[in-house]
T-cell receptor
Framework: KQEVTQIPAALSVPEGENLVLNCSFT??????LQWFRQDPGKGLTSLLL?????REQTSGRLNASLDKSSGRSTLYIAASQPGDSATYLC??????????FGKGTMLLVSP | DAGVIQSPRHEVTEMGQEVTLRCKPI?????LFWYRQTMMRGLELLIY????????DSGMPEDRFSAKMPNASFSTLKIQPSEPRDSAVYFC?????????????FGNGTRLTVT
């Protein structure tokens, strides 16, 4: 059974810092790895989807990488802003079309 | 595009009562998902429909939970009878193609409190 872990559970940084969020998964036989953002009281918003054949995906200040062999993905946020404050979740798509979510990293970017 | 629409946003009910949560997926999306989110267990898939047909309901906790999708634009999740441990945020999501093969679009959720 796939297990997805995100460390740290919470992170606080000053505005302008570059930061990395970590995601690890136990079963490397994944089809893709996805990153989502969740604002308080809201649903999840898809940020990036990395296919198993890809190494990374970029969208604006966000860059997500995938290393299947080590069971890891990272989300890099450049020049963080207060508006980036949210919970970030990763999810791995494994066999039988099962999308398994981590519990998320709560990010606070202070002005 | 109005996005995935869920109602109600908040529901407070007493133990033993029936609860019905509603979802309108994005037009043209053929896959619909019901998730439950709690602090302890995170986000869990309850049931997944494809073209209005339930494909995987292995996440439905017990017989008290049931879900229907009578047409492509409407789905319900019903809990009868409700229990305090059902308190959680319930999300509906839709996608054009399967679970995870294309990005999921989530509604804003229904926060259920069972007293």
């Amino acid at each position: 059974k796939q297990e997805v872990t995100q460390i740290p559970a919470a992170l606080s940084v000053p505005e302008g810092e570059n930061l990395v969020l970590n995601c690890s998964f136990t079963d490397s036989a994944i089809y893709n790895l996805q990153w989502f953002r969740q604002d308080p009281g809201k649903g999840l918003t898809s940020l990036l989807l990395i296919q198993s054949s890809q190494r990374e995906q970029t969208s604006g200040r966000l860059n997500a990488s995938l290393d299947k062999s080590s069971g890891r993905s990272t989300l890099y946020i450049a020049a963080s802003q207060p508006g980036d404050s949210a919970t970030y979740l990763c999810a791995a798509l494994s066999g039988y079309s099962t999308l398994t979510f981590g519990k998320g990293t709560m990010l606070l970017v202070s002005p | 595009d109005a996005g995935v629409i869920q109602s109600p946003r908040h529901e407070v009910t007493e133990m033993g009562q029936e609860v019905t949560l509603r979802c309108k997926p994005i037009s043209g999306h053929n896959s619909l998902f019901w998730y439950r989110q709690t602090m302890m267990r995170g986000l869990e898939l309850l049931i997944y429909f494809n073209n209005n047909v339930p494909i995987d309901d292995s996440g439905m906790p017990e017989d008290r939970f049931s879900a229907k999708m009578p047409n492509a634009s409407f789905s319900t999740l019903k809990i009868q009878p409700s229990e305090p441990r059902d308190s959680a945020v319930y999300f509906c999501a839709s996608s054009p193609q399967g679970q995870g093969y294309s990005p999921l679009h989530f509604g804003n959720g229904t926060r259920l409190t069972v007293t």
